[in-house]
């Protein structure tokens, strides 16, 4: 068995109320899903999953099992009577790489 590591971003429609973000995010994190990082929270769109494969799955069968999980939570949102719409999605599977925070550059005072 091997291990992947999965990021997933997604955008979802401006319309959509704050009480189905908090609720889609929410079902992610049930699925396994993490929004946070060391304890950090994650960018408010952004999860990611550490997830295992058989020998004869690829990252193909991964990429989709991560699809199915958006999905998944987005209908059960739905179920909930909260309009949602996402946008756009993006998946990311890795092996045995790195992953983690950015420390993104702050401007000089100046």
């Given amino acids: 068995m091997r291990s992947f590591i999965a990021t997933m ?19 992610l994190v049930g699925r396994r899903w993490q929004d946070r990082h060391e304890g950090a929270v994650m960018p408010s769109t952004a999860v990611w999953i550490r997830r295992s494969a058989e020998d004869h799955e690829t990252t193909d069968d991964l990429h989709a099992a991560c699809a199915r999980d958006l999905g998944d939570a987005v209908a059960a949102v739905a179920r909930a009577g909260r309009p949602i719409q996402v946008l756009r999605a993006w998946i990311q599977v890795s092996g045995a790489g ?11 005072d100046g």
């Fill in 98 to 108: 790195t992953y983690g925070f950015v420390k993104v550059p702050r401007p000089a």
């Fill in 9 to 27: 971003v997604y955008e979802l429609h401006p319309d959509t109320p704050p009480e189905a973000r908090k609720l889609l995010r929410a079902h």
